[in-house]
């Protein structure tokens, strides 16, 4: 396992705070109340404990399938229905969103291998992300993969917790699956939209592993 990239600058600042305060919470409590400073400490090092883990990369045997669409995000299966994409499509798609809590890893990774048609960021709210609105009125991030056998657009959207999208990918640029899409910050979730007929091959409410997990047959 390693750490991702985007959480370096955090975890030091985080280190940094627990380094200093703790210490000085020892030197300026009563020795009546050190309690206090005790409690502190480990409140605060359970929370440093989390904010690595939050960044944690797991080293996996990804699944590569080209007659497969790979799960791009860690997380729960909260809706599969088919909607009418606004975007890019205008027209109908078979929407899979997968929920990411804040346990889970929030790298973002490629479904399909392809050529990227599409990439656009839109400002928005913060709705919860299990909010139906959610993928259309908050701060996300799509893309649109061009594969061998059609186009899927992923979604990256912000939730109530998350404040930041982090995507990686540009028009034009090939990308394999299971390679690097980005990355959201603090809790989330993650929209595909698939050709109407895509075989999907996940429930509702299955938690499926990011590069690992199909989702559905072409």
Known sequence: MTVHKEGYQTIALSGLLFVIINPVLFYLLPYSVNWI???FF??????FLFIISFFRVPDRQKTIDASRIIAPADGKVVVIEETVDEEYFHEKRLQVSIFMSPANVHQNLNPIAGEVVYSQYHKGKYLVA???K????NERHSVVIAGKKGEILVKQIAGAVARRIVNYLQPGQQVEQ???LGFIKFGSRVDLLLPVGTQVEVKLNEMV???VTVIASW
């Open 130 to 132: 299990w909010d139906p």
């Open 209 to 211: 592993i990011g590069g």
């Open 37 to 39: 400073a005790w409690v």
């Open 42 to 47: 480990i409140l605060s090092f359970l929370l």
């Open 178 to 180: 299971g390679g690097e």
């Open 134 to 137: 959610s993928s259309t009125h």
